[in-house]
């Protein structure tokens, strides 16, 4: 009980903290584009040209129609983005922090948090290819869409504890951040993002499930 409590006091501190953990997360991204010409629009960029290649192409291997696969992938990849980078940078949340925790005494959670708004600011560069798509092939937006707002707030305190729990056990196994990112790739091939559940086979269907 005494263990929860410093825990939940902990993240209610990193919390009123937030100027510093939305200062370090815009930081790490500034300092990635240093000195380019597009700057943090490459996020954009990126899985823009993804998305079109990968629409062309296996629209063309699953043999879906493009003006309904398109807008399923760039869905999928823009979440997915945000799902995985959560996860796996949360893998470094107190390694890549050292530093910061040999000299400031801020909330353990304060870091964590500068993940999450690190890798909601791509979310937030990635977003907005999706009213693109939706414009170019006419994808209708329904009241339920509404729905993904609270799915979102989900994910991201999902994404708090995921992150507390994997940065705490990376800073004493220093393997699980390779082992997690592998595992992440895995898992991005069998989720259903360049595909459709509904597609499969039953049996895989339920394998896959």
Same mark, same amino acid.
């Given at each position: 009980?005494?263990? $929860?409590?410093?825990?939940?006091?902990?993240?209610?501190?990193?919390?009123?903290? +937030?100027?510093?953990? /939305?200062?370090?997360? !815009?930081?790490?991204?500034?300092?990635?584009?240093?000195?380019?010409?597009?700057? !943090?629009?490459?996020?954009?960029?990126?899985?823009?040209? %993804? %998305?079109? =290649?990968?629409?062309?192409?296996?629209?063309?291997?699953?043999?879906?129609?493009?003006?309904?696969?398109?807008?399923?992938?760039?869905?999928?990849?823009?979440?997915?983005? %945000?799902?995985?980078?959560?996860?796996?940078? =949360?893998?470094? /949340?107190?390694? =890549?922090?050292?530093?910061?925790?040999? &000299?400031?005494?801020?909330?353990?959670?304060?870091?964590?948090?500068?993940?999450?708004?690190?890798?909601?600011?791509?979310?937030?560069?990635?977003?907005?290819?999706?009213?693109?798509?939706?414009?170019?092939?006419?994808?209708?937006?329904?009241?339920?869409?509404?729905?993904?707002?609270?799915?979102?707030?989900?994910?991201?305190?999902?994404?708090? +504890? $995921?992150?507390?729990?994997? =940065?705490?056990?990376?800073?004493?196994?220093?393997?699980?951040? &390779?082992?997690? &990112?592998? %595992?992440? !790739?895995?898992?991005?091939?069998?989720?259903?993002?360049?595909?459709?559940?509904?597609?499969?086979?039953?049996?895989?269907?339920?394998?896959? !499930?």
């Amino acid at each position: 009980m005494r263990a $929860a409590t410093i825990a939940g006091n902990d993240i209610y501190r990193g919390v009123g903290a +937030w100027r510093i953990w /939305t200062m370090l997360g !815009q930081t790490d991204v500034m300092c990635r584009y240093r000195r380019t010409r597009l700057g !943090q629009f490459w996020i954009t960029a990126t899985l823009g040209l %993804l %998305l079109v =290649g990968i629409g062309i192409v296996y629209s063309s291997l699953l043999k879906q129609p493009l003006t309904t696969f398109m807008p399923y992938v760039a869905i999928n990849f823009v979440f997915w983005n %945000l799902i995985s980078g959560i996860i796996v940078d =949360g893998c470094q /949340t107190f390694i =890549g922090a050292a530093r910061y925790l040999k &000299q400031i005494d801020v909330p353990y959670s304060t870091y964590i948090m500068r993940i999450i708004f690190r890798n909601g600011l791509v979310f937030a560069h990635n977003l907005v290819l999706l009213p693109i798509v939706f414009v170019i092939f006419s994808v209708p937006i329904s009241v339920t869409a509404l729905l993904s707002v609270v799915g979102l707030v989900l994910l991201v305190l999902n994404g708090l +504890w $995921a992150g507390l729990l994997l =940065g705490t056990l990376a800073a004493r196994f220093r393997d699980l951040p &390779q082992l997690v &990112q592998n %595992l992440m !790739q895995v898992a991005f091939f069998m989720t259903p993002i360049l595909f459709r559940s509904e597609d499969l086979e039953d049996r895989v269907h339920d394998i896959m !499930q």
